[in-house]
């Protein structure tokens, strides 16, 4: 049987990067489901960005104690709005911690995750941050392809999803193990029943697929329900969206040789963007 490494619940701190925008607080009520459901504390951050780095744009603030007074004024804006969403969690008896750094938005992010120990990451796939449009999806890759730990990405629109439920796609190879141990952490204080799914790309695999998930569905934790899918396709990204819904989590591990990994890591923000699931939890496979 599959356990979570370490304590009972894996997530117990997980990081919350926002930018001030709506779009950006799409993540907010994921991670509020998992903090509720886990115990975990939230860490909502902000990255001032450096604003030196726009001092090439037309028209755009150069002296450099006018840049400094503005990422200042900036940082004391956002303080503000981040303890706006401390209180309103924690009233919600939730444990919240805020910070807000200064710098590289996607490096002073991974700087933190290492610092703060955190276990998960829950991102929205856009978003806005300083004087342009950021994308979050591309931040959300660098943290993904950097950093150590799970992550999140949710999708810029659509409805929470039922993440009670949860399709975990399967290739056969030890990737497996991986998205296994994020369910294992999940359940059962969030996720209650899985769909194990294998893409294949001829009916003379079917058979092999099948027993090969019913011996993956033995050893999922007791109080998990689970079904196994074999769909036969050339595309396994389609697969997996219009397997999952709208109204389901994807769990994946991010490296291995197959098509859906490919999928997955080539642009984690359009992808996650098109995809028909709201959001797509993702484990780098060690």
């Known amino acids: 049987m599959v356990e979570p490494e370490g304590d009972h619940h894996m997530f117990k701190q ?8 709506e779009l950006s607080e799409r993540a907010l009520p994921y991670a509020r489901r998992i903090a509720t459901a886990s115990g975990a504390t939230l860490h909502l951050v902000y990255v001032t960005p450096d604003l030196h780095d726009y001092s090439w744009v037309p028209g755009a603030l150069t002296v450099a104690d006018t840049l400094a007074q503005a990422e200042e004024e900036t940082g004391r804006e956002m303080r503000v709005y981040l303890e706006g969403w401390r209180t309103r969690l924690s009233a919600e008896g939730l444990h919240v911690q805020i910070e807000v750094l200064s710098g590289n938005v996607a490096d002073s992010l991974l700087d933190y995750e290492q610092k703060a ?16 449009r950021f994308a979050l999806g591309s931040i959300a890759e660098r943290l993904l392809r950097h950093g150590q730990k799970p992550i999140l990405i949710v999708k810029a629109s659509g409805s929470l999803p039922d993440l009670e439920k949860a399709v975990v796609p399967l290739d056969g190879s030890a990737r497996a193990e991986e998205e296994l141990q994020l369910i294992a952490g999940l359940a059962p204080s969030l996720v209650k029943h899985i769909t194990l799914l294998r893409v294949v790309s001829s009916a003379d695999e079917s058979i092999a697929a099948e027993s090969y998930l019913r ?3 033995q050893r999922l934790p007791q109080g998990l329900t689970a079904e196994a899918q074999v769909v036969v396709g050339d595309e396994p990204a389609q697969v997996i969206s219009e397997v999952a819904g709208k109204q389901q989590l994807v769990v994946m591990a991010t490296h291995g040789r197959s098509q859906a990994a490919r999928w997955i890591t080539g642009s984690v923000a359009q992808d996650v963007e098109h995809a028909g699931s709201p959001a797509v939890l993702l484990v780098r496979a060690r």
């Open 14 to 21: 997980v990081l919350v990067p926002l930018d001030g925008s």
């Open 117 to 132: 120990a955190i276990d998960l990451v829950v991102i929205c796939s856009h978003g806005r941050s300083g004087l342009s």
């Open 215 to 217: 011996e993956i569905a």
